[in-house]
């Protein structure tokens, strides 16, 4: 589920980008932060997940941290104001995608 000011930020990096690809990892650096990409500079993985899509936008997850989160969550992808060192998009208009998680 995204939050409709996550829906206008992809809509307006759609228009500057292009087609996206969202992926959210357990990585270290941005710790389980949703990425956004152009489509095309990230690859998916074997174990990667395909969520759904926003827009168009194919959001992927790891497997393995979809297992941490569990498969009976509704996943909420919100948009925030920020000041962050990303390669994240959405960070150039010092913005940020978030994650928020209830079980249903």
Same mark, same amino acid.
């Given at each position: 589920?995204?939050?409709?000011?996550?829906?206008?930020?992809?809509?307006?990096?759609?228009?500057?980008?292009?087609?996206?690809?969202?992926?959210?990892?357990?990585?270290?650096?941005?710790?389980?932060?949703?990425?956004?990409?152009?489509?095309?500079? *990230?690859?998916?993985?074997?174990? &990667?997940?395909?969520?759904? $899509?926003?827009?168009d936008t194919? +959001?992927?997850?790891?497997?393995?941290?979809?297992?941490?989160?569990?498969?009976h969550m509704q996943?909420?992808?919100?948009?925030?104001?920020?000041?962050?060192?990303? *390669?994240?998009?959405?960070?150039? &208009?010092?913005?940020?995608? $978030?994650?928020?998680?209830?079980? +249903?």
């Amino acid at each position: 589920m995204f939050t409709p000011r996550a829906v206008a930020l992809v809509q307006r990096l759609k228009a500057c980008y292009g087609p996206l690809l969202f992926h959210q990892s357990g990585g270290c650096c941005e710790g389980s932060a949703p990425m956004c990409y152009k489509r095309g500079d *990230f690859r998916v993985g074997a174990n &990667d997940v395909l969520l759904g $899509t926003i827009e168009d936008t194919p +959001f992927y997850i790891g497997g393995e941290q979809l297992k941490q989160w569990g498969e009976h969550m509704q996943f909420i992808i919100d948009a925030t104001p920020s000041h962050s060192d990303s *390669f994240s998009l959405e960070t150039r &208009d010092d913005m940020r995608f $978030t994650t928020g998680a209830r079980s +249903f």
